[in-house]
């Protein structure tokens, strides 16, 4: 076994009979979580970070500083401080990379070719360990952001969440507006007499901490070898010992909570939309009690709401929530 990593013997990682593939949990010595998978016959290497911070941890008056982060340590490294070389080099290799930033996370992932899976791995690992933000590219990458959020004002989707947003509680994180534009990231800061790139940097320096990453790997080597990789590649990023944010109190009151909201959509068609707030359910993840409950909502057969509302021509297809765990389940009829 690799020095320093510490094996989860008594965790059974249940699978189904058919899975050829071989798991494996194990803790560095930083206190980054992995789990190891080994797959001989796959053609494609991948890894993925999590990070237990997101856009909930936003400063105020710095509203998308963590999607902002997300996007500046695509750009370089210490070790590889060529700008976009890691995305250059995934697409060169037959891989794809993205990310994404959420409430209280933010994830990191890539694929590529086997064969350049592990200096890959070493380009993804200095996201963590020894980023370059450089003041260019914080400025290139501030008008990146708000052109994303200017592509969003042109989903509905992305326009009914933010409604959501102004709908909730003003003191609640997720009342915050998430993505981050010109606005907040530039022109506010600066009024207020602050450096973006600082508070980026600030922001970085005190919450990517090794205790808070987990860290999954894919590939075609056996176990031992991913972990003895995975040792060398991720071991030297920092751990401060943080503790786990927690964000009390209800994001809904009673003044948001039975309301008919009506929007007007920028495509054609008519929505109709139930939300209802709900604990998050990840101690529950097993029993799944939102997917129960979309699931008899959701039920197409003969008797089912859908299938009154399709014969009474208001209903062409009904979309139910992908999460067991989201907070906000949604269910839409739509015409």
Same mark, same amino acid.
């Given at each position: 076994?690799?020095?320093?990593?510490?094996?989860?013997?008594?965790?059974?990682?249940?699978?189904?009979?058919?899975?050829?593939?071989?798991?494996?949990?194990?803790?560095?010595?930083?206190?980054?979580?992995? %789990?190891?998978?080994?797959?001989?016959?796959?053609?494609?290497?991948?890894?993925?970070?999590?990070?237990?911070?997101?856009?909930?941890?936003?400063?105020?008056?710095?509203?998308? %500083?963590? $999607?902002?982060?997300? $996007?500046?340590?695509?750009?370089?490294?210490?070790?590889?401080?060529?700008?976009?070389?890691?995305?250059?080099?995934?697409?060169?290799?037959?891989?794809?990379?993205?990310?994404?930033?959420?409430?209280?996370?933010?994830?990191?992932?890539?694929?590529?070719?086997?064969?350049?899976?592990?200096?890959?791995?070493?380009?993804?690992?200095?996201?963590?360990?020894?980023?370059?933000?450089?003041?260019?590219?914080?400025?290139?990458?501030?008008?990146?952001?708000?052109?994303?959020?200017?592509?969003?004002? %042109?989903?509905?989707?992305?326009?009914?969440?933010?409604?959501?947003?102004?709908?909730?509680?003003?003191? $609640?994180?997720?009342?915050?507006?998430?993505?981050?534009?010109?606005?907040?990231?530039?022109?506010?800061?600066?009024?207020?007499?602050?450096?973006?790139?600082?508070?980026?940097?600030?922001?970085?320096?005190?919450?990517?901490?090794?205790?808070?990453?987990?860290?999954?790997?894919?590939?075609?080597?056996?176990?031992?070898?991913?972990?003895?990789?995975?040792?060398?590649?991720?071991?030297?990023?920092?751990?401060?010992?943080?503790?786990?944010?927690?964000?009390?109190?209800?994001?809904?009151?009673?003044?948001?909570?039975?309301?008919?909201?009506?929007?007007?959509?920028?495509?054609?068609?008519?929505?109709?939309?139930?939300?209802?707030?709900?604990?998050?359910?990840?101690?529950?993840?097993?029993?799944?009690?939102?997917?129960?409950?979309? $699931?008899?909502?959701?039920?197409?057969?003969?008797?089912?709401?859908?299938?009154? %509302?399709?014969?009474?021509?208001?209903?062409?297809?009904?979309?139910?929530?992908?999460?067991?765990?989201?907070?906000?389940?949604?269910?839409?009829?739509?015409?």
């Amino acid at each position: 076994m690799a020095m320093g990593a510490i094996r989860d013997e008594q965790t059974e990682i249940i699978k189904p009979r058919n899975d050829k593939r071989e798991y494996r949990r194990v803790v560095l010595q930083n206190n980054v979580e992995v %789990l190891l998978i080994s797959d001989t016959e796959t053609d494609k290497c991948a890894a993925s970070m999590d990070v237990r911070v997101g856009s909930f941890s936003d400063p105020e008056g710095l509203e998308g %500083l963590a $999607h902002f982060l997300e $996007h500046m340590l695509f750009y370089a490294s210490e070790k590889y401080p060529e700008e976009d070389s890691y995305s250059k080099y995934i697409s060169e290799h037959g891989g794809s990379t993205n990310a994404f930033t959420s409430s209280e996370h933010t994830n990191y992932y890539f694929d590529v070719n086997p064969d350049c899976f592990e200096e890959a791995l070493d380009r993804f690992s200095q996201f963590f360990i020894k980023p370059l933000m450089s003041a260019d590219a914080t400025t290139r990458e501030i008008k990146a952001v708000d052109s994303e959020n200017q592509k969003n004002l %042109l989903s509905d989707a992305w326009r009914m969440n933010q409604l959501q947003k102004h709908f909730s509680v003003k003191d $609640h994180p997720y009342h915050k507006f998430s993505t981050g534009n010109w606005n907040t990231l530039e022109v506010r800061p600066k009024e207020r007499g602050l450096d973006t790139r600082q508070e980026l940097l600030r922001f970085y320096n005190e919450n990517y901490s090794a205790n808070r990453m987990h860290l999954v790997i894919y590939s075609k080597d056996d176990l031992d070898k991913s972990e003895s990789l995975v040792k060398n590649k991720f071991e030297k990023i920092r751990n401060m010992d943080l503790g786990c944010v927690n964000f009390t109190g209800q994001p809904c009151d009673s003044e948001n909570l039975q309301i008919i909201v009506k929007a007007v959509p920028i495509k054609q068609g008519h929505k109709l939309r139930f939300v209802w707030p709900l604990t998050p359910g990840i101690r529950h993840y097993k029993e799944g009690p939102s997917r129960y409950l979309g $699931h008899l909502v959701g039920h197409e057969g003969e008797g089912s709401l859908f299938y009154v %509302l399709k014969k009474l021509g208001g209903c062409y297809f009904l979309i139910m929530p992908e999460s067991s765990i989201h907070c906000f389940p949604t269910y839409w009829f739509q015409n």
